[in-house]
């Protein structure tokens, strides 16, 4: 496409609608990209229906060439991301940039470029990227495992974006893995121990979650995710705001049984979260439910059956972490899951993540069940 690029600001209903559309034209053609709902994606970026814009600002760019949009990038600043200790990755100083798409590699520049520019206005000097937007939704460039559909809630990218991204200055931070595995095979025998082991000590309860106190039960899980994750790399607690959208968001795809909460002399200490994968009933609705695709998907929904479960969360208070229990809880939690995933929705594979490069005991749990890295995304750094 010849022509000049320009780059401007979005402004209203029909940038943004321009803005959402763009990946469909540009991966209309790549088998493993899974579009979105059109109307999720409207509501990410829209502040009257995104909770993480209470403590956050954003601004939306397009590139346009030839009277077409061939570029789109949000730079952003979490506020509460400021507070963190820079330790942990955010910190004083740190905005991000996200949502990025290009149609070749003279449109990438730019609109990068223009990004840094609106943070650096903002008195941001440096920044990480990509995180879309906030670190609970889709940090990371995916940079292994295109040869396959990402699972809900994971992204997708082209393979030349990695390559984009380090010829524009940017350098590697953190790595984020998923791990998947064949779930109609039973764990290894020692596996099988630790959990009949953990199934005999009086003090351990494993229990499903009971949807019909889903308000409780997700305070419950909130407390133990913001203690067992506080330490991590790229930690910002979710707030109210946020937990009001998660749970819109979750509760059709949530079922008892998929999760699970650890209790040790009866408190909470513990928790698994699984999700059966609606990238696979969403693949064919091409980004709408209409006009029959909300049918389609309610009836999914019923009862799913499904190929692919996926564990976005996972947590164990830190006063256990590293311990024996820790682990022991973790295997009872997804064997139990397991079993349900298979004799109750059909599936066959599992995906655990991500997790981060750094999490050993997390990592370590993964690979005890024999699983193995399917997917690697990347964040990088740069400073302003």
């Known amino acids: 496409m010849t022509g000049s690029l320009t780059i401007r600001p979005v402004t209203g209903k029909r940038d943004r609608k321009a803005f959402i559309d763009l990946p469909f034209r540009l991966y209309k053609d790549d088998p493993n990209w899974v579009p979105p709902l059109k109307s999720e994606a409207m509501g990410l970026i829209d502040p009257a229906k995104n909770g993480w814009y209470s403590h956050a600002k954003a601004q939306l760019f397009v590139a346009e060439r030839g009277g077409q949009v061939v570029g789109r990038i949000s730079a952003h600043i979490d506020l509460l991301a400021l507070e963190m200790p820079a330790a942990q990755g955010f910190g004083p100083g740190t905005g991000q940039w996200g949502l990025m798409e290009a149609e070749d590699e003279t449109v990438f520049p730019a609109v990068v470029e223009r990004a840094e520019q609106w943070l650096r206005g903002e008195g ?25 559909p990402p699972s809900v809630m994971m992204g997708h990218a082209k393979p030349e974006y990695r390559q984009w991204i380090e010829a524009a200055g940017y ?11 064949d779930i109609t095979q039973e764990f290894p025998p ?53 937990i009001r959208d998660v749970g819109v968001k ?19 200490v513990a928790f698994m979260i699984t999700l059966p994968d609606l990238n696979e009933p969403l693949k064919g609705l091409k980004g709408s439910l209409l006009p029959f695709g909300w049918a389609k998907l309610l009836l999914w929904l019923r009862k799913p059956q499904v190929r692919t479960m996926r564990v976005p969360l996972m947590g164990v208070v830190k006063s256990l972490q590293s311990s024996r229990m820790a682990s022991q809880l973790a295997f009872m939690m997804i064997e139990y899951i397991r079993r349900a995933a298979v004799q109750d929705y059909g599936a066959s594979r599992g995906e655990i993540g991500w997790i981060l490069d750094d999490n050993q005991g997390m990592r370590s749990i993964a690979e005890t069940i024999e699983s193995h890295v399917n997917k690697v995304y990347q964040v990088y750094e740069k400073a302003l």
């Open 124 to 148: 941001m000097t440096r920044v990480l990227g990509p995180i879309s937007q906030s670190i609970w939704e889709d940090p990371g460039l995916l940079i292994k495992g295109y040869d396959h």
């Open 171 to 181: 350098a590697p931070v953190k790595q984020l893995m998923t791990y998947e595995l």
């Open 190 to 242: 020692i596996v099988q121990r630790i959990i009949k082991s953990g199934e005999k000590n009086p003090r351990i309860n494993v229990r499903p979650v009971d949807k019909s106190r889903f308000d409780e039960e997700a305070a419950i899980i909130l407390g133990i995710l913001n203690d067992a994750w506080s330490d991590n790399w790229g930690f910002v607690p979710l707030t109210p705001p946020e």
């Open 250 to 268: 979750l509760k059709p795809i949530v079922f008892n049984d998929l999760i699970r909460i650890a209790e040790v002399d009866g408190a909470p």
